[in-house]
């Protein structure tokens, strides 16, 4: 007897993405054609090592954009050449150049995927991180995300395109299946970006032929593509292309899946930049913390002794920061002088002018002037110090 609920349930267990990119060189042809001519030595490039054969020169490995290696070089005596075609020094000074050729190759790539993270980290709005685990994580996921877009659908590429601050043009953070070497490219304008901006008003922009749509402006030369919108609730982000090579019709099920996929698109955006968020408050609660516990230190003062009388203050803790505090002094003629001020306006202000303050409140105290000409002062340094709208409520007096 068959179950009829046995199929009801299915658990995909979403395997770790390691991305395997090959060499991306747009002159890599001519690069080995003029090689061989010169040297007389084939240049390849080979994603296993075990595929390497026995009779190849091995030059090192090239990085690819995520660490790892992409690839290993190495090269291969042509067919065409003979010994005495090269000469021995010739040889030598080929494989030296090999070799520096395999030392820019990995320099180039790590810029590639220096340039990848930092894109990644600016769809988000925030500077470049010391964290690179947590920028490739973050860049993984875009990238896996716009990797399964162009598998499910069988397409060619996909890329991700947020809006700037000033919304007036669209810069690729994000892409799969494009040249890496689209990331310096410069933003496009949204002027005249008719795809997008039709898009960006909610509705998904379907060209099935796009080289007789051409007024659209599809930012790469594709036969076919999607534009969709990727939006949070409040704000628009930015807008997903989906790219194919051959014309073709898109069903109203591709459609949603393209939104579908533009949403995760922006829970991940969203995701990362609360978490940037939480970071920051977390920070300013510490500060917060480390400066009232800094301006509580400065409030214990140690208490003066005199013959006869006991001198002590207590300080509230009330949880805040406070822009209040007291000192006194004993002067040369066994007076006692004390002084008491609170300032006013939002915590942290009043945290930071109440230590101003303080100082001066402190130095004037040992000119042993009137309490007059005390309270002259300190108000002439907060004057000065400020733009004039700090207040303070001052007690100064002395005891004989």
């Not at 090689?35 to 490039?45: A, D, M, P, V």
Request: with cysteine; net charge negative; glycine share 6%.
């Amino acid at each position: 007897m068959v179950n009829p609920s046995a199929n009801q349930l299915r658990i995909h267990v979403e395997d770790p993405w390691t991305p395997a990119t090959g060499l991306d060189l747009p002159a890599w042809h001519r690069l080995t054609d003029a090689y061989c001519r010169l040297t007389g030595w084939q240049l390849q490039c080979s994603m296993d090592t075990e595929t390497v054969p026995p009779r190849a020169d091995g030059l090192g490995d090239i990085p690819e954009l995520f660490g790892g290696h992409a690839g290993h070089l190495y090269r291969i005596k042509s067919n065409s050449a003979t010994e005495s075609s090269v000469p021995a020094e010739g040889t030598e000074a080929g494989r030296d150049l090999a070799e520096a050729l395999v030392h820019v190759f990995g320099e180039l790539q790590e810029t590639r995927r220096t340039l990848q993270h930092r894109e990644a980290e600016l769809a988000t709005a925030i500077p470049v991180t010391s964290r690179g685990y947590d920028a490739a994580n973050f860049n993984h996921r875009l990238q896996a995300v716009l990797r399964g877009t162009v598998e499910i659908l069988k397409g060619s590429a996909a890329a991700l395109y947020l809006l700037d601050d000033a919304t007036s043009e669209l810069k690729l953070r994000a892409q799969w299946g494009l040249p890496s070497l689209r990331f310096l490219q410069p933003a496009r304008p949204l002027r005249g970006a008719v795809a997008d901006l039709e898009a960006l008003t909610g509705h998904a922009v379907v060209l099935q032929d796009a080289q007789l749509q051409s007024h659209w402006n599809v930012p790469e030369n594709y036969a076919s593509a999607v534009c969709i919108p990727v939006a949070s609730p409040e704000s628009l982000l930015g807008t997903l292309w989906f790219y194919a090579d051959e014309v073709r019709d898109y069903s109203d099920a591709d459609t949603q899946l393209l939104e579908i996929i533009a949403g995760r698109l922006a829970v991940e955006l969203e995701r990362r930049v609360l978490l940037q968020e939480a970071h920051r408050s977390t920070e300013d609660r510490e500060l917060a913390t480390q400066v009232e516990a800094w301006h509580q230190e400065r409030a214990l003062l140690t208490p003066p002794r005199i013959n006869g009388w006991q001198v002590a203050a207590t300080t509230v803790e009330s949880g805040r920061m406070r822009g209040d505090f007291h000192c006194w002094r004993i002067d040369q003629q066994d007076r006692l002088w004390l002084a008491s001020a609170a300032m006013a306006g939002p915590p942290v202000k009043c945290t930071l002018s109440a230590t101003l303050l303080q100082g001066a409140v402190q130095a004037a105290l040992a000119s042993s002037i009137s309490a007059e000409q005390i309270l002259h002062t300190v108000n002439d340094v907060l004057w000065a110090s400020s733009t004039g709208h700090d207040g303070a409520s001052m007690f100064c007096g002395a005891i004989e």
